[in-house]
């Protein structure tokens, strides 16, 4: 198939490339926006149009209402939507011949929303899930064409994370491009278990060191991965008088940095930033 990729990332359009391509499928462009560029961090639109050197072409849209006439434009079979900040519209939905799919980093229909990923690590959940989905009218309410899991409880880093999410995303492609391409309309969404993941509130971005120390690594893993919105994000905290973000930490001093006192004992803050 003919695929356009429908993303805000640089490092997703780069693996999904590479995937769909030992698939047999023929990556064709990448559609994206200037639109919600903090929600992902700091890939720039310059990344993404770099990407045109594999080959294929870069169309950026510059409201939503551009969506479906450059998808048309891309003349690509399906597209493949991962990490985008903005609602498709409906007249967008219906420009390719077999649709849009999306992919979803959770179990759907739980944790629907730009944050699940977030949610997931603060709330300690022990596997990451993920849903390749049918794009309908509404977030993550389409027909179910993939779903899968992969263990997180022993990830320290926001990398660890994304590798495996990225494994699991790549194990799951074949099962749901296969079934597109054969023109299955895919399973509803269970009426229940539905939830909500939203962006994090303010105040959860500072760091209270009355917490236990399991609760305060999730809090700073979980900013790592964390779809953002602007204004403060974390997790953040006043060492030796200054304000950092706490990029990384550990329970035991194997690797030095700065311990600090929790409720239950210490945390060792192994990689800071000025905040």
Excluded: K
């Excluded at 969506?67 to 498709?88: E, K, N, R, T, W």
């Excluded at 794009?135 to 993939?146: E, K, N």
């Excluded at 060492?239 to 550990?250: I, K, P």
């Amino acid at each position: 198939m003919r695929v356009a990729l429908i993303s805000r990332v640089a490092r997703a359009v780069s693996g999904l490339n590479s995937v769909l391509r030992g698939l047999g499928h023929e990556p064709v462009g990448v559609l994206t926006t200037a639109l919600g560029a903090d929600r992902y961090g700091a890939d720039t639109l310059g990344a993404i149009a770099e990407q045109a050197a594999a080959g294929f072409d870069v169309v950026v849209a510059a409201s939503p209402s551009r969506i479906g006439p450059l998808l048309a434009a891309l003349d690509a079979d399906v597209a493949l939507s991962a990490a985008f900040p903005l609602l498709i519209p409906a007249d967008a939905l219906g420009v390719l011949r077999l649709g849009i799919v999306n992919t979803h980093p959770s179990l759907l229909p739980r944790y629907r929303g730009p944050n699940p990923i977030g949610w997931t690590v603060r709330n300690g959940d022990r596997e990451l899930g993920y849903t390749i989905h049918r794009m309908d009218r509404d977030f993550d309410t389409g027909r179910l064409l993939a779903q899968g899991t992969t263990p997180i409880h022993d990830a320290e880093q926001p990398q660890d994370i994304f590798g495996r999410m990225f494994a699991l995303l790549s194990s799951l492609l074949p099962e749901a491009l296969a079934r597109v391409e054969a023109g299955d309309p895919g399973d509803p969404q269970p009426a229940e278990g539905a939830s909500y993941a939203g962006f994090f509130e303010p105040e959860y971005a500072e760091i209270d060191w009355a917490w236990p120390r399991a609760e305060i690594q999730r809090q700073v893993v979980a900013w790592g991965v964390a779809a953002r919105r602007p204004g403060p994000h974390g997790a953040l905290a006043t060492v030796e008088r200054r304000r950092v973000r706490v990029l990384r930490v550990r329970d035991d001093d194997a690797e030095g940095g700065t311990p600090m006192r929790c409720s239950d004992g210490p945390l060792w803050l192994v990689a800071t930033e000025p905040a």
